[in-house]
Each structure stands twice: as structure tokens, then as C-alpha cells.
């Protein structure tokens, strides 16, 4: 995600330690759109999804449920020197204090396009 005086911020998605799911966007790289909500506890598992349709709708989800949303025009920000961070961030005891249990990143198609069932089963290979 990076810092915004490095110019390279495009999408994140993760926990707010204080309380609730963050979605972030960017089209130029340095300013973003914030989309937060939900409530997520400790030692629960969730499935958490960020995803942006062809109306340039981005929504955030929790479980299926819609828990944020925003309309951001433009194309998203890519600059293909910066790695992909899965899980980057630690907590103050350089330990990860996260758990993932699969990824699933999907170009040029909105997987959910609404309130939907979360999958149980492993996502497809295809």
C-alpha cells in the first residue's frame, strides 16, 4: 500500500484496530477513497471482500453483507515495480496479528456485484 508521499498507493483491504473492516482505493496513487464498516471480534472468521463493477461502485463486504460502499471514477492506480503485500503488517510485537485462509484477486470482473452467500468450500482453480 505504501506511504502517500511515495506515490504508490492503489487498493487495500484489511482489519481497523478499531473495530471494523477499511477498504482503500486510488486512482493517482496519493489520495485515496476510504470505505469503512463492520464489526469483526477476535478469533472469528471471516470472509472479507473489496470490489469495484463496471459503474465504478466500489463496495465493501463482511460476510456477504455490504457494509460500505463508494463510487470512484478512473482507473485504479497500477505501478508494476511494487509487490503485492498479502498480510504485510505486524503488530507491535513484529508478529503478524492476522489470519488468512485464502486470497482471491479477480481483474476486470466483479465477482459479488451485491449482497451474496459466502462460499464454504475452497475457491476454484479456474
Known amino acids: 500500500w505504501g506511504a502517500a508521499s511515495g506515490g504508490i498507493r492503489s487498493f487495500a483491504l484489511w482489519y481497523d484496530r478499531a473495530g471494523g473492516l477499511r477498504g482503500e482505493v486510488s486512482t493517482d ?4 477513497t476510504t470505505i469503512t464498516g463492520g464489526t469483526i471480534a477476535q478469533d472469528i472468521w471471516y470472509h472479507a471482500c473489496l ?18 460502499s463508494a463510487t470512484v471514477t478512473g482507473a485504479l492506480f497500477n505501478n508494476s515495480t511494487q509487490n503485492l503485500d498479502i498480510a504485510g503488517h505486524a503488530n507491535a510485537n513484529g508478529q503478524a ?10 481483474r476486470n470482473q466483479a465477482r459479488y456485484n451485491g449482497a451474496f452467500t459466502p462460499p464454504t468450500d475452497a475457491f476454484p482453480r479456474s
Not at 496513487?29 to 485515496?32: E, I, K, L, M, N
Not at 470490489?51 to 460500505?68: A, K, P
Not at 496479528?97 to 479477480?106: A, G, K, M, P, S
Open 97 to 106: 496479528d492476522n489470519r488468512i485462509d485464502e486470497v482471491r484477486v479477480t
Open 51 to 68: 470490489e469495484r463493477n463496471s459503474s465504478d461502485l466500489v463496495r465493501l463486504y463482511l460476510d456477504g453483507v455490504v457494509v460500505g
Open 29 to 32: 496513487g496519493v489520495a485515496v
